[in-house]
């Protein structure tokens, strides 16, 4: 590597400040925090898995509180309808026009709760926002924030009365996040926080406040722009992906543009570390979340309880790491 390249300070410096403002709020969770940044940084969108009660959407709101950027929240419920996500141009018949009553969809960072609880229309109203940041509305073209970035919790153990996700909107998400429950200490710690009157309803008496703002994300983008990645790294994520392509476990390996994504992230995460450059370890350290929700298991090895995770620590064990 090359020791004379800059170090990425800007972003390092928004890590810690907001790892340190959200932990007022959120008790551990140290690397979901750190995922998620990680899309920010790279514009992607977030897939968050947990049962009820681990702090999902919290850490959505405390995430919005301290970048101060606008935040909305949808609850996807079965008889959501299109426009109720997007929009829709409605009459005024006193000025004889059509205004455009905007949906959610237009802030900087979009809560979709229990997102597979929605039809598959109501979800692929999303698709054309989380790809092109734009919606169409009766055949006109609205652009969408610059920051707009969606996260969807879902619920992994109840399945009645939801719909599964398109594979074309769940390739849209660049990370899948894994919420679990905290530790003993850490539950312990939150019982305590409670009883001293912390509330999840008042973050301004939590002491949360903004510590960063758009122009903070657009400079630390660039700098992970910048990151060098060496062409053995280029060619170990490529290696990477495509060894899910031939795993007997799979009935679908990953596409090219998990290969993209991979990339992104891991140079986001050597940014948040304060390096200038990417390593097999940020690919390493970010691969599970990029890639689990890109496989498709084959019915033998899902009935045999083999996880996407399993498959992925085996890929990543079986590929030659760069030297």
Same mark, same amino acid.
């Given at each position: 590597m090359d020791s004379s390249a800059s170090p990425s300070p800007h972003t390092q410096r928004l890590a810690d400040d907001l790892t340190e403002?959200?932990?007022?709020?959120?008790?551990g969770q140290e690397a979901v925090m750190e995922q998620?940044?990680?899309a920010l940084l790279c514009r992607g969108h977030v897939l968050i898995e947990g049962v009820p009660g681990v702090a999902k959407t919290l850490l959505v709101r405390a995430l919005s509180r301290c =970048?101060? !950027?606008e935040f909305k929240r949808v609850q996807m419920t079965p008889d959501l309808m299109p426009s109720d996500i997007i929009g829709t141009n409605i009459f005024e018949p006193g000025q004889r026009i059509f205004r455009l009553r905007r949906g959610p969809v237009f802030t900087a960072l979009l809560l979709a709760d229990e997102i597979n609880r929605a039809p598959a229309k109501t979800q692929a109203a999303l698709l054309e926002a989380m790809q092109e940041r734009q919606v169409s509305i009766d055949g006109e073209t609205h652009p969408l924030d610059a920051n707009f970035t969606v996260f969807a919790t879902q619920n992994p153990i109840e399945y009645q009365g939801t719909y599964p996700l398109p594979e074309a909107e769940v390739d849209r998400f660049l990370l899948k996040v894994q919420v679990d429950y905290p530790s003993e200490q850490e539950e312990r710690d939150l019982l305590y926080r409670v009883h001293q009157g912390f509330s999840? =309803?008042? !973050?301004?008496?939590?002491g949360l406040a903004p510590v960063a703002g758009a122009e903070d994300l657009a400079l630390c983008r660039a700098e992970i722009a910048a990151i060098t990645v060496e062409e053995p790294l280029l060619a170990y994520i490529a290696s990477v992906v495509r060894a899910t392509r031939r795993d007997p476990q799979l009935l679908l390996g990953c596409s090219p543009r998990a290969s993209v994504m991979l990339l992104q992230a891991a140079k986001a995460v050597a940014g948040l570390r304060g390096r200038a450059y990417a390593t097999p370890d940020d690919v390493k350290d970010i691969a599970a979340?990029?890639?689990?929700h890109r496989l498709i298991l084959r019915a033998e090895a899902d009935i045999e309880g083999v996880r996407a995770e399993q498959v992925i620590a085996g890929v990543l064990a079986t590929v030659p790491v760069p030297r």
């Open positions: 403002m959200m932990s007022r709020a959120l008790v998620v940044l990680v =970048l101060g !950027l999840d =309803l008042d !973050l301004t008496a939590a979340p990029v890639l689990r």
